[in-house]
């Protein structure tokens, strides 16, 4: 199964955006997509995604790489569901620009689809599913880093916490308030953080991977609203 992005990404580049500076964002303001490829979360555990692409080469059309799309979902939705995965929006702009949204009615479907790491659920089944929480994390209070670095050891203060675990590069938009970030994501406002590969440390999941340093996976801790 190929990843929903690759399906353009082979065939265009992908769309450089800046990183959101993420202080002094409300509760109140919505939250709109800073980066090509993000994803948002509600509190059922549906995700939808979102996808920015420049569609730049003169061999593709839009309408066959919505096709090649279209097909995929047809395939997936063979096997899992006629609803398990549904594109809900599909332009193209007058500069090339490709907008897609993608909803995934749970996020097995998402990881399944795209053949991508995603987590979604408690700090204990997390941990159960063989997620060790190493590295070092941000603590976050409404938006903003504060205080110092703790390990992974020092965040289970709260078990009763929600974390969703996913693989750089990629925006994550959260049913809630983060509380704690691993060191390669970037916190733009309360609910979201931009999961990226400049952190100094990085996260170690145990299983047949067990003592490999991974920096590409991110770890986003939250009170659910």
């Known amino acids: ?8 990404k082979t065939a265009v580049p992908a769309l450089a955006a800046l990183l959101l500076a993420g202080c002094g964002i409300t509760k109140e303001e919505p939250w709109t997509p800073g980066e090509a490829d993000a994803i948002s979360i ?8 979102y996808i920015s692409e420049e569609l730049d080469q003169p061999y ?11 097909e ?3 395939a997936y939705n063979a096997k899992h569901g006629a609803e398990s995965v549904t594109v809900t929006s599909a332009k193209q702009q007058e500069d090339g620009l490709v907008n897609l949204v ?14 991508v790491e995603f987590y979604y659920g408690s700090m204990i089944s997390a941990q159960l599913e063989g997620y060790l929480f ?9 938006g903003v880093v ?8 020092g965040i289970f203060r709260d078990m009763a916490d929600t974390v969703a675990v996913v693989r750089a590069p990629l925006e994550v938009q959260i049913p809630g308030s983060v509380v704690f970030a691993s060191s390669n994501a970037d916190v733009v406002r309360f609910d979201t953080v931009v999961a990226s590969q400049t952190g100094e440390d990085t996260v170690v999941r145990a299983s047949s991977e067990e003592g490999q340093e991974d920096p590409d996976r991110v770890y986003i801790i939250f009170e659910e609203r």
Request: hydrophobic share 35%.
């Open 146 to 153: 504060v205080g110092e670095q703790a390990d992974g050891s």
């Open 42 to 49: 509600d509190e059922n555990g549906k995700v939808t995604e």
């Open 1 to 8: 199964m190929l990843r929903t992005e690759m399906i353009w």
């Open 60 to 70: 593709y059309s839009f309408s066959e790489l919505k096709s090649m799309l279209d």
């Open 134 to 142: 190493g590295g070092t994390f941000k603590e976050i209070k409404d």
């Open 102 to 115: 993608i909803s995934y009615a749970s996020g097995e479907d998402y990881a399944a689809f795209n053949n």
């Open 72 to 74: 995929e979902v047809s």
